[in-house]
């Protein structure tokens, strides 16, 4: 694969590329910027869809970073097949050219990740997840929690917990958000689908933040039938399926 410069600072390429084989190599040749008209352009075509799943991203491991005027998308998530799967939207939507890349760590599972082309999109999201630089929950959270976003969070930071009594509990570890963020998100759940939540505490070097929230054994088949819709096949274990 033949490459050409990077976008100062950042390391994406452009979107526009020639593909050619020769004796079955592929060369990639690509245009290292964006235009301003460009990224206006991009940013206008994206569906509302994509703001549900950016929904649920970022309120699991997604993140949001300014670079210059503009801000742009980074996954780093565990599961590689996750990553593809939202890779593979976002070039869909010409977000990016730059593949999956893969973190080895000697001690840790590997980590997989990307991130996208600064756009105005991704500037207008960072004002709404960032205070000071700290994520924080947007003020419309409640109108932004829909069945397509909360597949997503699980997707991106759930878990199931087969102990206990009961047929187990679905988490959602919402580790990096405030304690009164976290009883927010149990009240949306509640209030918009009918989910009871419970809170558990672990580890975490901020007092106010370190909680996860545990669905209801009671509540597992509702908080299921909100999310199946939209699940990956390969992610039905975080459902206890």
Known sequence: MQTIEYESGVGVWGIYCEYSTLFVVSIMICRAYLTPEEKNSISEQIPSWFGEIMTGLMLGDGSLRLHGKDALLSLQIVNKEVVQKIWD????????VMPVKTLNRRTWLPIHYFQTFTIPYFTKLFSLWYTNGIKCLPTQIGLMLTPLAIAHWVIGDGGFDSSGRGIGRVVLYTNNFTLAEVKL?????????????????GQHTDPDRGYAIRISSTSVEAFRSICLPHMYPSMLYKLGL
């Open 185 to 201: 998100l149990q009240e949306i759940l509640f209030s918009k689908y009918g989910i009871k939540s419970g809170l558990k505490k």
């Open 89 to 96: 939207i976002c070039f869909g939507l010409k977000l990016l």
